[in-house]
């Protein structure tokens, strides 16, 4: 029989599109139940493109990161019923990039007196891995893919072996190459030199429909009415086109009234039921999934659960004692 939990751990999660915060409830032994399904904290749109444009926070957001961590750090011990008595910090790669980095990382500190531990794509990879937790003993080939605001994770599942790579393509990362000025075809070669050049042994093991996971693939379900359908590769091409269509002039650059109001018709061309935060990043997000259609010769996406947090419960022990 499964003993109470009696204490909880708070794991908060800090990604260059939103940060989140949850309770995970733990018995006498120190081992984790079950997620919390008390409540969720989340603060959307904190970094936005300021991480991948200039490589810093505004003090403006920082002093909300702030705020937000003693919110959540108040929430989360003052809990009549299993309070906190242990905090897991995790952070996507995007955070090593910024100049700020060291003084967000000073604010977890002071906050929950807890290190940061910063996820490289890699790890990204091993615990999406982890959080995907579907047998393999029918003998399919999965490939699951999560698409982040800086990075880009792809694993391949086969009955009997696992691959899996992480490339520096994110939703937020390319739109801020899109606003910085490089032509459309000239941020599709990119991606597709890298799906190129680190790719080739997934392009081989590639079926026909893969398995999207993460927030930002979830945003591409607007392209449909039912979300349990798959999303087809003809769809996300023609949903590209009309974003060209909107934005770009024929030689590919950005229309100057897409640039106006801090880029204001990028948001204005995404489906208006998405909230903000993703609105921001779509363009970015669906030149990289028109791009893995086409280089993988992928015919179909579906949106699946599979999550950092789910994999990073998973290690906690290694987490709980090495340094990343």
Not at 18 to 47: Q, T, W, Y
Not at 140 to 146: A, V
Not at 194 to 214: H, I
Request: aromatic share 8%.
């Amino acid at each position: 029989m499964t003993m109470a939990a009696d204490r909880s751990l708070l794991y908060l999660e800090l990604g260059s599109v939103s940060f989140k915060a949850s309770l995970v409830l733990k018995d006498p032994g120190n081992r984790i139940l079950r997620e919390s399904e008390l409540e969720e904290k989340k603060l959307k749109n904190l970094l936005g493109l300021e991480v991948y444009r200039q490589r810093t926070l505004s003090v403006e957001i920082v002093a909300r990161a702030r705020g937000w961590f003693e919110e959540v750090r108040y929430w989360a011990l003052s809990k009549d019923a299993h309070p906190a008595d242990e905090v897991l910090v995790v952070a996507t790669a995007a955070f090593r990039d910024m100049e700020i980095f060291p003084e967000l990382e000073k604010a977890v500190q002071t906050a929950f007196g807890a290190r940061m531990h910063v996820l490289d794509g890699f790890i990204e990879a091993q615990m999406l891995i982890n959080g995907y937790r579907r047998p393999r003993d029918d003998g399919r080939t999965r490939m699951l893919f999560d698409l982040g605001g800086g990075s880009l994770e792809i694993v391949c599942l086969e009955k009997a072996s696992t691959h899996f790579t992480s490339l520096q393509l994110g939703a937020g990362r390319v739109t801020a190459w899109i606003m910085d000025g490089h032509p459309l075809e000239e941020v599709k070669e990119w991606i597709l030199g890298e799906f190129r050049g680190k790719c080739q042994t997934l392009k081989a093991l590639s079926p026909g429909v893969w398995l999207g996971t993460g927030g930002a693939v979830r945003s591409f379900s607007g392209l449909k009415k039912e979300t349990h359908e798959p999303i087809r590769d003809f769809e996300i091409d023609a949903e590209v086109r009309r974003l060209a269509s909107l934005l770009f002039t024929r030689d590919g650059s950005l229309k100057p009234e897409a640039t106006l109001d801090d880029f204001k018709g990028l948001v204005e061309a995404a489906p208006l039921d998405l909230p903000g935060h993703r609105r921001r990043i779509y363009i970015g997000g669906i030149v990289i999934l028109d791009c893995l259609c086409k280089h993988f010769s992928v015919k179909a996406v579906k949106l699946e659960k599979a999550s950092v947090r789910a994999g990073a419960l998973a290690m906690l022990d290694l987490l709980r004692t090495v340094p990343l």
